[in-house]
């Protein structure tokens, strides 16, 4: 599974920003987009990998109390893409974002810090 992100940039603080994720599935087991649970997670140097919003194969969405009400993810599984709107964005934004993606058989199992496949990340910068 081949992720690559885009969309990451330097902004004020207050400002948005749309990152999107393209994925393509070379495996020899053909899953359609549905049966990935799909994700973004952030990581800075010396920081813990934080999760934040994940969508299940159910379409069930989780958001990480830090990102709740000014981030929103979506998933168009006919283009094989993931999209994450960031708004209200702050300084403590600024991180390295990743997508993440996983087949997962059943709902329940969408913890994105778990995921198996993630691409080379996107560059968010938010100055104050």
């Known amino acids: 599974l081949h992720l690559v992100e885009s969309g990451g940039g330097s902004v004020q603080a207050g400002g948005s920003l749309r990152l999107s994720c393209a994925a393509s599935?070379?495996?020899?087991?053909?899953?359609?987009?549905?049966?990935?649970?799909m994700g973004w997670f952030r990581q800075s140097p010396g920081v813990r990998r934080e999760g934040l919003p994940s969508?299940?194969?159910?379409?069930?969405?989780v958001y990480a109390d830090s990102v709740k009400g000014r981030f929103t993810i979506s998933k168009d599984n006919t283009k094989g893409t993931l999209s994450l709107l960031l708004n209200s964005l702050k300084p403590e934004d600024t991180a390295m974002y990743y997508c993440?993606?996983?087949?997962?058989?059943?709902?329940?199992?969408?913890?994105?810090?778990?995921?198996?496949?993630w691409g080379q990340g996107t560059q968010v910068t938010v100055s104050s």
């Open positions: 993440a993606a996983e087949y997962r058989s059943r709902a329940g199992l969408c913890d994105v810090v778990k995921l198996g496949y």
């Open positions: 599935d070379d495996t020899i087991y053909d899953y359609s987009m549905s049966d990935y649970c």
């Open positions: 969508i299940d194969i159910d379409g069930a969405t």
